[in-house]
C-alpha cells in the first residue's frame, strides 16, 4: 500500500520555480512530523526540510534557508516543497517522509518514505 505520493518534479532552467507536493495516507499524516529529502547521482541522500505535525516548526538544511520553503495543507494531506532560484546543483530525486514517533530529530528517523520526484535543473 502506497503511503506517500510525490508530485511535481520536473525538467527547468537555473534560476526558475518549482513546487513539488507529497500527499499522505490520512493515518499518517495527522501525527506526523514531515520532510523532504533529496539524492543526487552518485551521492547520499540528504535532508532539505521538515514542518512538525502541528505546523508549529519547520527546519531547513543551512545550505537552503531562504530559497526553499516546506509548508503543510491538513485539509488536503498534504506537504509542499516550494523551490526558488533553483541551481544544477539542486539537481536531484526528492522524497517525501513521514515520522509518527514524536521525535523532535527532524533530520533523522524517519518511517514512511514515498517513491521520490525528479528534479532536473538545466544550467
Known amino acids: 500500500q502506497v503511503q506517500l505520493v510525490e508530485s511535481g518534479g520536473g525538467l527547468v532552467q537555473a534560476g526558475a520555480s518549482l513546487r513539488l507536493s507529497c500527499t499522505a495516507a490520512?493515518?499518517?499524516?495527522?501525527?506526523?512530523?514531515m520532510a523532504w529529502f533529496r539524492q543526487a547521482p552518485g551521492k547520499e541522500r540528504e535532508f532539505v526540510a521538515a514542518?512538525?505535525?502541528?505546523?508549529?516548526?519547520?527546519h531547513y538544511r543551512n545550505s537552503l534557508k531562504g530559497r526553499f520553503t516546506i509548508s503543510r495543507d491538513s485539509a488536503k494531506d498534504t506537504i509542499y516543497l516550494q523551490m526558488n532560484s533553483l541551481e544544477y546543483e539542486d539537481t536531484a530525486v526528492y522524497f517525501c517522509?513521514?515520522?509518527?514517533?514524536?521525535?523532535?530529530?527532524?533530520?533523522?528517523?524517519?518511517?514512511?518514505w514515498g517513491q521520490g520526484t525528479q528534479v532536473t535543473v538545466s544550467s
Open positions: 514542518i512538525t505535525w502541528n505546523n508549529a516548526v519547520t
Open positions: 517522509a513521514a515520522n509518527n514517533l514524536g521525535s523532535n530529530d527532524y533530520e533523522s528517523g524517519y518511517q514512511f
Open positions: 490520512k493515518p499518517i499524516f495527522r501525527d506526523s512530523n
